[in-house]
């Protein structure tokens, strides 16, 4: 079905080297591939070199030949190949053409122009067999990431192509999410499709794939069945750069101490006439690296954002060792790495990005505090970078480091370890844990359970806005998340 | 199963019309206030003209929005008759007088306003298409328009950062802008590029003619109101030229 | 080996770049219009601090346009929204003229001068220009109409500055200074970030 003979690729301007180098491949029809590597290891570039992008849409250098359906990819146009691969992409909020999601799902169709009634009949046939009647008629912008993957698969779905590649398609979803995503995979396996999927959160195709490629520094390290792959240990699995979380043993357990707590009452977000945030009455002590988790929707960010001050119209006390708080002061003191780091990186170097918002202190005293910080969060070499020039990674430290020369107490995390492979997550939880070392409360929101099991010691579960579970590591608790990570 | 790609018939979420009915009301609207004065027949059709969207908020059922549109309306056309004796001739000049130029723009804006409010960008593409206007001109509105949503929610994250960071204020207007709009910049330039990768491998590049699966089609009350339209506009034609 | 189409048609990718763009200049448009439109001088600035706010994204738009036509799509949907939002054709009959002249300079700076974009972008600016012009002209009959509206009294306050012949060509050169301020402080910002970053 698809047969790849000694590809290579190099991107135009990079200055690292080849994306893929003698990459030969042959995968049967019917098969479902799990793709793996470390980021940048090339399984994405492999994606991108089924659906025909390399060829046609980015800029660069190709060598070998590829082969899908028995068509040559290079010689095919993008628009024919959408009839026999179908793609679904990394981030569920750019993925939408139209605003609404029946109009979505038949967008690829009326690009082909097939006849009105035709369309119907994918459209009912795509709708039934995802269960998605429930979606029909909403706005996109209203859908969670994990609705949003689902319309996007039906799209793709409704031109009933004989090839899917997904792309990380899991990186932004929550647990429940990733299982109706599975379900949607194994229904198109039972109908014979061709399916290749990248991606670093491996546990959910343990018994949908049938094939494990694994990619390194642009070359096949291994291919073999899945059965074998899913029986490595979890040692060889790290080192391959690999995530494997098995049994949820958190590792980073809170010395007892009395510290102050943090003391949040009563504090309620309501929006369109909903009540999106109820937390009665919550106790974190001060200093914890706590975990938040729960489903989408359950209130996980309102809870962050109402907390760190920026939700104005929220109600509610929160004390510190008896002292009240104003969502002013808690603004000046908290900050929070956004999922899309994008939106807060501002200057045009490391250097005026850490420094930025600190007025208080001498030309001397902010070069000191400065390299000491870069130092710390291990970016010292990009001090004259520009932020955008970045990893993800070092991004995400650079916010921090911002964070820290506001001195700012409490740090909130959205989603830090999404799409990150083994390696670049172990930097993240180092990080935070370095932080903790320095006295800070850190709130993470997550849906990693390795992240968790590295630097946690507290955590909150939230169901509807609000908070059902919370508490250290006991044994229950443990047992609990172990359940909702759906690791036992 | 229940969907609206299987409606054939506009329903009072339309206004109950066609969207190229809804564009030529826009457009007679908009003629009559600018291009016409108080003179002759049309001292009754501007009244008329200006009581219409009063009819279409009715039917979409918004009477906060009819009541503020009462009431703009009704500030721009007495206010300054009223006070325009009372201030020195530079305010005349230049508030007074936009005051007053309000009442031209008034209708037009609330027509235009009910053709975005009752009408879903699918259906003015497929009003495009079915006008034969190319596929240069139906994918760059339809992108704009998928897109608006998206400017105000990525501002919004920006803003919010920039709070977090205590950044941004006026102060500096210069840093100011750079602030909002860079990032703003960097992370519309990186969303479009995803949403093009996705567009194109569902075929958005296709020569051929695109189906389209919005249900249009005039009815009765189409055929209506572009009469009427059709009538106001020979008149303002023939007012123009012979001036009656 | 590759089959990229390097022809000078408009593709999905360009028309894509062209929404986008399109969508932040009425974005930012509007917004400049509703604030200033308020105030009693304010409506005459528009154009002034539209020119200048919309240097750093409408210069991002010129580096990116290789082709001809991008520019041009930009201005006929500019217009046709301002026909119907009932501000008047100008928007369309003279932007239309004015896009072509933008098309022109890029052309002639085979899509690589960054000076050319510049003066483009300035040229460009003149757009928001196109909306006044119906008011400083057409102002003589409105007024005549008007008087039987709102008396003499007004008519001689207001008609004093509206039909002054040399408050529209200076507002254009301003407007068109403005717009070389706008574009080179916007190919500022570029070269700062987008270019620094390997962004561009």
Redesign the interface.
Same mark, same amino acid.
């Given at each position: 079905m698809i047969t790849t003979h000694n590809v290579n690729y190099t991107y135009e301007?990079t200055i690292e080297g080849a994306a893929l180098t003698g990459v030969t491949t042959d995968i049967a029809e019917g098969q479902v591939v799990l793709l793996c590597g470390e980021s940048g290891s090339g399984k994405t570039t492999y994606i991108k070199a089924i659906?025909?992008?390399l +060829? /046609?849409?980015y800029?660069g250098n190709?060598?070998g030949e590829i082969m899908v359906s028995g068509k040559d990819i +290079?010689?095919v /146009?993008?628009?024919e190949?959408?009839?026999d691969?179908?793609?679904v992409?990394q981030?569920p909020? +750019?993925?939408?053409?139209? &605003?609404?999601t029946?109009?979505e799902i038949?967008?690829?169709? !009326?690009?082909?122009?097939?006849?009105?009634d035709d369309?119907?009949k994918r459209?009912?046939k795509v709708?039934?067999a995802f269960k998605i !009647?429930d979606l &029909?008629?909403k706005n996109l912008?209203n859908l969670s990431g994990g609705e949003k993957q689902k319309v996007?698969c039906a799209?793709?779905g409704a031109?009933m192509p004989k090839v899917f590649v997904l792309d990380e398609p899991s990186s932004n979803l929550d647990i429940k999410s990733i299982h109706e995503l599975r379900d949607i995979i194994e229904i198109w396996k039972k109908n014979g499709k061709t399916i290749l999927i990248a991606e670093h959160r491996l546990n959910w195709l343990k018994d949908v794939a049938d094939r494990v490629i694994c990619f390194e520094d642009g070359k096949i390290k291994f291919d073999t069945t899945a059965k074998e792959f899913f029986d490595y240990p979890v040692e060889k699995m790290h080192e391959f750069g690999l995530r494997a979380p098995e049994k949820f043993e958190p590792k980073y357990s809170r010395v007892q101490d009395d510290a102050e707590s943090i003391s949040i009452s009563k504090m309620k977000l309501t929006k369109n006439k909903e009540t999106i945030l109820d937390v009665d009455n919550l106790e974190i002590p001060k200093g914890s690296v706590v975990a938040i988790v729960g489903n989408c929707g359950a209130g996980k960010s309102t809870f962050a954002?109402c907390l760190?001050g920026?939700e104005k119209k929220a109600e509610g006390t929160v004390k510190v060792s008896g002292r009240k708080i104003t969502p002013k002061e808690r603004?000046?003191k908290?900050?929070?790495v956004?999922q899309?780091v994008?939106?807060?990186?501002?200057t045009?170097s490391v250097e005026e990005e850490v420094m930025?918002?600190v007025t208080d202190l001498s030309e001397e005293e902010k070069e000191q505090k400065l390299s000491k910080i870069l130092e710390e969060m291990d970016i010292s070499k990009y001090k004259e970078a520009?932020?955008? +020039?970045l990893s993800g990674g070092q991004k995400q430290r650079v916010a921090i480091a911002?964070a820290l020369a506001?001195n700012k107490d409490v740090i909130f995390y959205d989603e830090p370890t999404s799409g990150l492979d083994y390696r670049h997550m172990k930097e993240v939880s180092e990080s935070i844990k370095k932080l903790n070392d320095m006295g800070k409360t850190q709130f993470i929101i997550t849906h990693d359970p390795e992240l968790v099991q590295e630097c946690c010691n507290y955590f909150i579960y939230m169901v509807d806005g609000k908070i059902e579970l919370s508490g250290s590591w006991n044994k229950e608790n443990i047992r609990f998340v172990q359940s909702f990570f759906k690791l036992d | 199963m229940d969907t609206i790609l299987r409606n054939t018939k506009a329903s009072s979420r339309q206004l109950y019309l066609d969207p190229r009915t809804k564009i030529l009301l826009c457009i007679t609207v908009s003629t009559v206030m600018l291009a016409m004065d108080n003179t002759g027949i049309f001292v009754y059709i501007i009244p008329v003209m200006t009581i219409v969207p009063l009819i279409f908020l009715a039917i979409i059922k918004s009477p906060m929005t009819a009541v503020y549109y009462g009431i703009l309306y009704l500030v721009a056309f007495f206010v300054p008759k009223m006070i325009v004796a009372y201030l020195p001739q530079a305010v005349n000049l230049l508030f007074t007088g936009v005051l007053a130029t309000m009442t031209r723009l008034i209708p037009g804006m609330s027509m235009f306003y009910f053709l975005i409010a009752t009408t879903s960008v699918s259906e003015f593409i497929a009003a495009m298409e079915r006008m034969h206007i190319p596929k240069v001109m139906t994918v760059p509105v339809s992108v704009m328009f998928r897109f608006f949503p998206t400017i105000v929610e990525e501002y919004h994250g920006i803003t919010d950062a920039m709070r977090l960071r205590n950044v941004g204020s006026f102060r500096n207007p210069v840093d100011m802008l750079e602030y909002r709009l860079v990032p703003l910049m960097i992370s519309l330039t990186a969303i479009g590029n995803d949403l093009s990768i996705s567009a194109l491998t569902r075929g958005l590049d296709a020569p051929n003619k695109r189906s389209n699966m919005c249900a249009i089609g005039f009815n009765v009350q189409d055929y209506i109101a572009i009469a009427v339209s059709v009538v106001i506009l020979i008149l303002a034609a023939l007012s123009m030229a012979f001036g009656i | 080996m590759s089959s990229k189409e390097t022809s000078n048609r408009l593709n999905g990718k360009d028309l894509m770049n062209v929404g986008i763009f399109t969508a932040v200049f009425l974005v930012i448009e509007i917004i400049v219009a509703c604030v200033l439109g308020v105030f009693p001088m304010g409506f005459l600035l528009i154009s002034v601090v539209e020119a200048i706010i919309l240097g750093i994204p409408m210069m991002l738009y010129f580096i990116r346009v290789k082709k001809f036509g991008m520019i041009l799509i930009t201005v006929v949907i500019n217009g046709v929204i301002m026909i119907l939002t009932g501000m008047g054709p100008d928007a369309l009959r003279y932007g239309f003229f004015i896009g072509l002249l933008c098309e022109l300079i890029m052309y002639w700076g085979k899509y690589k001068s960054a000076f050319k974009a510049i003066l483009a972008y300035a040229v460009f600016g003149l757009i928001a220009v196109t909306n006044y012009i119906h008011w400083l002209y057409a102002s003589e009959e409105w007024l005549e109409g008007q008087r039987s509206n709102y008396g003499d009294a007004f008519v001689e306050g207001v008609s004093g500055a509206f039909s002054a012949g040399w408050v529209f060509p200076i507002l254009c050169v301003v407007t068109v200074v403005a717009g070389l301020i706008g574009g080179f402080f916007g190919k500022t910002v570029l070269k700062k970030h987008f270019v620094k970053s390997g962004l561009i």
């Open positions: 301007n659906n025909g992008l +060829s /046609h849409y800029e190709m060598g +290079s010689k /146009h993008l628009y190949l959408a009839r691969v179908g793609s992409f981030n909020k +750019s993925q939408f053409y139209t &605003l609404m029946d109009t038949v967008f690829g169709c !009326e690009n082909m122009g097939f006849k009105h369309i119907l459209f009912d709708v039934k !009647e &029909l008629g912008y996007a799209s793709v031109l954002r760190c920026l603004i000046k908290s900050y929070m956004m899309d994008n939106h807060q990186l501002f045009s930025l918002g520009h932020p955008m +020039s911002g506001c | - | -």
